[in-house]
């Protein structure tokens, strides 16, 4: 090659073949089990002329595609760049953070669109895929970026790529046992994505401990502009939060509600964690990795109740706790895991989304367990929990103990993956 | 803790307690405040199903939620990444510039949802939320950002939520007088947002003048990857200034027309400002202040107009003339008022907000003066201009007087806040 | 000017006037021409009241701007961020790369709106814009900056804006033949973008071609934060290229399918570059220049075909080819045209936009070719191609070959073009 130009990630151990061997193998792969299986869904099919007169539909505007398509692009930004840029505050593996990050999320969301398919857009032997799957494609990819937290700068990009091909299928099966068979509420995903992807991350981290790993902390050591480069990720997540946990939740009142909520529970979530910063700091000052990771705690523990009527004031008290908790997580909780447990978790995934997405299971199962229909209207109670068919005679405190069953699941799966991947 | 990280916010003089429990305080009085006042609107509330029939809504794509939320995804990363990277090319507080932009912003926010609540919003007894709401409060911290640009530098965080505090409450304020009392036109915020925000913050640097700023001044330049950052912010703004100017227009037309002048009025703006900058520097090379900053006049300068029938060829003449206006108070006014008037204006949010936003209320005096019943048809210069109720016999030429009466009036809220707030 | 800050971009050889001159001058003839031609459309007109009425549509959202406004603002991050910033790696041009893509780009879409306008929205001697002309506007840009790619560093502002003007032009009138003369289908360009910006920019290197330049190779290479702020580039390219195939389709189906089958063809490009990147290292690296750019070769690819009903396989199957063919060309075919040819490509666009182009053309021709009415549904059929009017009879296969004449008179124009420009 004549343009001699810097090679990045360096020093990996795999050997010359060995990568491009799976990445092309899979990708074989994926468009043979593309070819048998995925097809348009109707609103994406040239038939959809005929599927707007059936269902008395008047104009195009009423094509999904319109109601989430924004969200969906929001969503983007937040898996490829927000996740990306998040963890180049580490000097020594800024570039590999966004390329490898890169290049798992690709596969993982056409394994995740295949996956996901099978569970829940199935219909006479085919997957029929719309801007819903790509977005439900992507929240699967989003709980493999939160466990690579845990091990970044511990593997190869082929070992990534392996786990990224487990837990997106124990992200897909965890996901129908809560929403489907358990009939559980959680479009934000604070227990299928937050709950599950940090505690399979830091099961797979445990068991890859190295204890010499310490002697190299220096290259964990951030620099001014990889600092800005971390907060350009930051503040994505942030922004866009609103987006992620309204993306698929019901049309209309929903997916506002979701975004308010939102909205609300992360502001108030950046001023606790302000205070606790400066707080437990030596001379007041504040932490970088807390204004980079605890300000999201808010958005991550109110994936499961945003879109009920958790209320703006309800989402200031869960943002301003998990501000507390997050931040006092990184400060405390996390020293201990590494010096007692074992559990090297190199950007503290179990303060940003483990802890913060058990908070959101729980607030998602009292919200539900105190809705009444006096709250939510006649139609709007069983729109809000889909209590129709087999679930008619449900109750809110029924449903309260079915969402807290489903993080009791998510938790099992993800230490029992965790521990087979890892 | 373990790992050891440089901590950002350097040498700020406030003492270890003081920021922690400004935080704290202030955010248990905005959950006491939202849960007292605040609750969701009837589109983003799960009586919506019952208020769609009593409104013969025909389909969920009629809520507000899909009209808006596009525009506020896009103000919202204006206001946050735009605003906030915008004031790194000055590297002695490029993290603390996004940082505590991040900090004030997110407490302003919740203020500003309130403040405007009690305002326009309020119900019976509540303030009922939903995404114009969200759009308006970050308009509301946008006034603050250009504020902060001004005095960048000079102000602890305490001081900042101080000033953010007042500055958001006289926001609501002066915007309650031109919206409501006045009956102006201002969708953008040329005279709220920009003329408002520009001399609040220049009045408040005035007062906090310190003559030996000036030595520190080697500290302002930039360094090259400062200058990209820097770019970024100019950027999204630049890009996202027509969602801005058409986030709260009237749904349809307006919101479209809203958005085609601003874009044509940044364009044209480009070109000045590339040319005076050149044609005013040593060698005729290009000043990156300019490119950064006076690229955007054009987009303050259509914020009262861009909705109305500006037409896109008025546009461009805007444009053309805000982006030399602005250059040459980069290069002549600034150091005059620092020499003369002692006004240190850090980030020159007099040439790119102040200037810009009277000449914006000026232009959109002029176009409600100019309007005719030909040019808007009949239903559409009702539509527009709101002329029903009270103001059915409001002829545009008086609608002009009022437009330039809010000039006056959002000028002396700045003066007379900022005065009292310094 | 009493704030000392380096001033950027460098050592041009302009005198001190003429870009000034220029860049004022052609400003006054864009208003002029404005002023003489450009109104807004029915749907950004205050008369839209009056036009809804007559159209019998029920619902402001109807206006074109709710179907249109997210993807456009989408396109114009990849053509201000994401094309500026994808050139930022060259670490001698940074800026300039960025600087100079804002300046030629805020001319060109004022001049397209004009040239696109004459041609396909010219109604009673008035051209009538709404959101798809700024949307064409930025499409006819990014053509520019395809060129401008492949003579970075060689070429002063004013000689950039006499090449936009050219270009622009013949961007137009090439688009004028392809889909009003031959009514060829090219939503997302891979004809009228791709392959003629690319082609139109290696004639223009190939006659600027300067020996002495392999001199300065040095300064080609990168630096670490240069590479991160080019991945900031290729990942916003890479995450909004669906908005940009799919923002003008025709509303419904056609714009889920194009953003669909995008996403699918973008995933599976990552993967085989990232596999044959590693596999042509010595050492089995991967090189960032193959991860910033033939990472994207998949969207251009599918440029033609992704409203078509080309399935998520076979959208996978063009990215498996894209991608080896884009890393293949990086390391073996740029070399040789440098050497042999004399063009010295310096961003590589003949890898990311020349042959994925002409794939994508080719592509288009047999997906058109291979329609039926059994796949597209009779309706679905006539929408697809819009096979109206005179065009009743035509068939599908006498539609792939108009689309195949597409592809060469798209290649003559930008060879002709070039030349004269050159």
């Keep these: 090659m004549e343009r001699p130009r810097h090679q990045g990630m360096v020093k990996n151990t795999y050997m010359r073949w060995r990568l491009p061997l799976v990445c092309l193998l899979w990708e074989v792969a994926m468009i043979v089990l593309f070819g048998v299986f995925v097809r348009f869904g109707p609103e994406a099919d040239a038939h959809w002329e005929e599927e707007k007169q059936e269902m008395n539909l008047t104009s195009d505007i009423e094509n999904d595609f319109y109601f989430r398509y924004p969200s969906f692009q929001d969503v983007h930004v937040m898996i490829f760049v927000g996740f990306g ?8 593996y800024g570039f590999g953070a966004v390329g490898f990050n890169f290049l798992f999320a690709a596969f993982g969301i056409q ?18 895929i719309g801007v819903e799957n790509l977005i439900n494609a992507d929240f699967c990819v989003g709980s493999v970026c939160i466990a690579f937290g845990a091990i970044l700068g511990k593997t190869s990009p082929i070992q990534l790529l392996v786990m990224t091909l487990f837990q997106v299928t124990l992200f ?51 620099v001014y502009h990889s600092d800005l480069f971390a907060m350009i990720g930051t503040l994505y997540l942030w922004m866009y939060w609103p987006s992620f946990n309204s993306a698929i939740s019901e049309h209309g009142d929903a997916q506002h509600r979701a975004a308010i909520n939102t909205y609300c529970s992360l502001a108030a979530c ?14 007041g000052k504040l932490d970088m990795v807390h204004i980079q990771n605890a300000t999201l705690a808010g958005g991550v523990a109110v994936g499961t109740s945003a879109e009920m009527m958790l209320t703006p004031y309800g989402s200031l ?20 895991l590494e010096s007692r447990l074992h559990i090297q978790d190199t950007c503290g995934i179990h303060n940003l989304h483990g802890m913060p997405g058990l908070i959101g299971g729980i607030v998602g199962a009292i919200t539900a367990a105190a809705a009444t229909e006096d709250v939510y209207g006649k139609e709007g109670f069983i729109k809000a929990f889909d209590f129709t068919g087999t679930y008619q005679t449900r109750t809110p405190s029924v449903q309260g103990g079915f969402q807290a069953a489903g993080i009791v699941v998510s938790l099992l799966m993800a230490f029992t993956g965790g521990a087979l991947v890892g």
Aim: aromatic share 14%; charged share 15%; with cysteine.
């Design 85 to 92: 840029f998040l963890m180049v505050f580490l000097k020594r």
């Design 270 to 283: 950046v001023l606790t964690t302000m205070a606790f910063s400066s707080m437990l700091q030596k001379k």
């Design 172 to 222: 897909a099966v965890n996901e129908y046992i809560l929403l489907n068979l358990l009939h559980v509420k959680d479009a934000g995903g604070s227990m299928t994505i937050h709950t599950f992807g940090a505690y399979f991350g830091l099961t797979v981290t445990r068991i890859l401990y190295r204890p010499n790993l310490e002697q190299s902390k220096d290259k964990q050591g951030s």
């Design 111 to 128: 394994w995740a669109l295949l996956m996901q398919g099978w569970f829940h857009s199935f219909k006479s032997g085919k997957i029929l």
């Design 317 to 336: 008290i869960v943002g301003f706790i998990c501000g507390i908790v997050s931040t006092v997580g990184y400060v405390y909780l996390m020293p201990f």
